[in-house]
Structure formats: C-alpha cells, structure tokens
C-alpha cells in the first residue's frame, strides 16, 4: 500500500518538474524569438508549409478524413496571413480570428475522430504535437516579440491613449510585456525575492 502511495507521489513530482522543463522551455524560446524576429518568422514559415504537407499527406495516403483535414488548413490560411505582418499579431485581425476558430474546430473533429477509429496512442500523440499544437505554440510563443521591435510604419493616429507618439513609448512610460513572457514574469513577480541588501 506505502509503495502504491509513493508510486502516486513520485508522478506527481514527474509532473511537477515536467511543467517545469516545458515552462523554462517555452520561456528560452520567447527570449529566442525576441532577439531574431526574422529567422523566428522564417521557421515559422517552414513549420507551416511542413505541416501542411503531413496534412496532405495523411489524407492522401492514410484516408484522414476531410473533416479533419479542412479545418487544419483553414487555420493555416489564418496563420498565414498572420505571417504577412509577423511579429505584429493583432487580436483582431482576420487571420487571427480564422486561425482560432479552426482551431477549436480542428481540435474537435480529430479528437471526435481519434473517439471513433482506434490508432496507437504514440500515433495519436505524433498527431497532435505536429498537426494540432507546434504552430499554435509557436505563435503564442511569439506573441511578446514584438514589444522590442522597432517601429517600422508610421500608425494611423499620432498619439494613443498610452502616450506613445509613432509608436515610441514617452518618457517615463514602462516598457509594456505582453504574451508568455508577460504571463510567466507575472507569476515570477509572486515568488519571494533573494535580493540581498547591504
């Protein structure tokens, strides 16, 4: 019985030092992208003409059926046009709005399809880390890339509500983190603090 209770505990701490790994992960990645926006967008760009070719692939050759595959590659359009001013995602752009809803309705019909037609379960996994998570990952990831990243057009009004005049904050103005970085440096600012003072 204590070996089954430890058995419990020690997945638990697998668990736990997992999240860990894939958080220390994501959040080097996010710094990554930061510093080279431009080969960030060029994997990017690869990862979905890869993608989609496993897509194609796999209803060509492993009769997926079309309502999986469909909406796997609308949201590819959506991620596509998301490309065309990367690393300026916009909440409410087209192609963000395209490429979320496809992506719940991707989720939906495969996971609806995995219910119905049995594959091994590292089959099912190959599946949904290649053609369900890499490229949403991949953006939300990306998402803080563009708060170091210089202005390149003139916006549409000369000052917002912010105080930012073309896009340059004003003195005194934070600088503002949005995305994963921002989420995992809001948790970070609750965990006690080892700074000495002398």
Known sequence: MLLYLLGWVASLVQLLIATICLGAGMYYMAEVVEECTVMARQVITIMLYAVTVILIGLFALESFPLYVIAPALASHVGFYLLLKTFPFISFTS??????????????????????????????????????????????FVSLSANDNVLPTSTPTSSSD???????FPQAGNKSRRNGFRAFVDAMFSYLPSRDKTF
């Open 161 to 167: 509500s912010s105080g930012d005049v073309h896009g």
């Open 94 to 139: 087209p192609g963000f709005i395209v490429s979320v809803v496809f992506i719940f309705v991707h989720h939906y019909f495969s996971l609806q399809h995995f219910a119905d037609v049995w594959y091994p379960f590292s089959e099912v996994m190959a599946y949904a880390t290649l053609c369900l998570w890499l490229l949403p990952l991949a953006f």
